[in-house]
């Protein structure tokens, strides 16, 4: 099947594409057992990938059903366990009805213990705050148990993705797993009162999915909340690299949003935020402080490494600029691309010449060092410019830095 052939690709190039992405409460997934994974929903399609990667579980997923008009694009997304859900804008009353056969092979898969993943939001909006949740978890869940009398329970694991940056690479991601709502417990409300059980599970999921996700308080300036959970996240960092299960950062962040004095310091935040820019310095240079240490001299045989996949590179990030004009959509559409470029490779392998595709074999399997080499060639000359600025706006910038942690 096409899912697992593109898997091991895409895991891949997220495991470059983004610098590190943390994942915790993976425990909380049953192994043997129906479950939906129900997350929020910040970007296109990133979401799916990530959790298809990084957890055991085979999942299936939902749609949007304008994706699968074209009868070579069904095929394809069938073949990567995706199905369609129509809304009235996808063809009227005559799609809508086709979700009833949606609904159908969600009851299937359930019943076969397996495992699906949906965006429990519906719609993709970019921003810290967890949106009103569709009920078409809770239709699913109980709908299944309805469906099949035989099945015991449904698992419904709520799962928080946090970014630190959506549209940038080599940002963090920050993913937690909450413990799982079991759907039996509202069964019997919903033979009483469907629409009543529907609401009732809703609301838990929501309840249960909110302390997951890191939300923007009320009353604070979005432009104010970024450099503050920047700072905060900088406080705790060990500069983890690739895959890793601390939690760390994102306890920083959820503390962060839960502070309730953070509005009082929008102020500071945003003054922090032009004095970084002013000098052209991140936060995390000041947050390493170490002085402008060695020269990075492995920055070249990391470049030269790097270089035949520079087309890829350049043809992906084309995809992404000529794709929806969004942060939601840019950078997925970018990894998109990558993903199946870099999959490409290797029927590319067979028409190269020996020299040039032992030179993409070798670039493909020390990507992630070489680009290490290029960060802390970048970290090396920012700490040569924090170097250069004043003592008096050094310590203007400190001060800063300190009323907002």
């Not at 000529?322 to 950078?331: A, D, L, M, Q, R």
């Not at 595709?357 to 700490?383: H, P």
Request: glycine fraction near 6%; hydrophobic fraction near 45%; charged fraction near 20%.
């Amino acid at each position: 099947m096409l899912y697992y052939l593109v898997r091991p690709a895409a895991r891949f190039v997220l495991s470059f594409y983004y610098r590190n992405i943390d994942i915790t409460g993976l425990e909380h997934i049953p192994r043997d057992a129906p479950v939906i994974l129900a997350a929020n929903h910040p970007t296109a399609f990133l979401e799916p990938c990530l959790m298809a990667c990084f957890q055991p579980r085979t999942l299936h997923f939902l749609a949007r059903g304008d994706l699968f008009q074209r009868s070579w694009a069904k095929v394809l997304l069938g073949a990567l366990n995706l199905l369609p859900v129509y809304r009235i804008q996808d063809g009227g009353y005559e799609k809508l009805v086709r979700n009833y056969d949606t609904f159908k092979e969600c009851f299937d898969v359930l019943s076969r213990q397996g495992a699906l993943m949906i965006l429990a939001e519906g719609r993709c909006i970019h921003e810290k705050r967890l949106r009103p949740l569709r009920k078409g978890t809770a239709r699913i869940a109980l709908g299944a148990l309805e469906y099949d009398n035989t099945l015991r329970d449904v698992y419904i694991v709520p799962v928080g993705v946090n970014f630190s940056a959506a549209d940038r690479v080599r940002s963090k991601v920050m993913i937690r797993c909450g413990e799982p709502l079991r759907a039996s417990h509202y069964l019997r409300e919903f033979r009483h009162n469907e629409a009543g059980g529907i609401r009732s599970l809703t609301d838990a999921l929501r309840t249960a999915l909110s302390p997951l996700v890191v939300q923007c308080p009320e009353g604070m300036d979005a432009a104010a909340f970024e450099p503050m959970l920047t700072v905060r996240r900088n406080a705790v960092s060990t500069a983890p690299e690739g895959i890793t299960h601390s939690g760390l950062e994102l306890e920083a962040e959820l503390a962060t949003a839960a502070d309730p004095g953070l509005p009082g310091k929008s102020p500071g935040a945003l003054r922090y935020a032009t004095l970084l820019q002013q000098f052209g310095l991140h936060d995390r240079d000041l947050a390493a402080a170490a002085g402008p240490g060695k020269k990075p001299w492995m920055a070249l045989p990391a470049t030269l490494l790097l270089l035949p996949q520079l087309p890829g590179w350049l043809l992906a990030e084309t995809t992404g600029l000529t794709g929806p004009k969004t942060i939601e959509f840019y950078s997925a559409v970018r990894f998109a691309a990558l993903a199946v470029i870099t999959l490409l490779y290797i029927p590319l392998l067979i028409f190269l010449p020996w020299t040039i595709a032992l030179w993409l074999v070798a670039s493909l399997l020390t990507t992630r060092w070489s680009i290490r080499q290029l960060e802390a060639c970048r970290d090396w000359r920012q700490q040569r410019r924090l170097s250069q600025v004043s003592p008096e706006d050094q310590r203007r910038l400190r001060e800063a830095r300190e009323a907002l942690l």
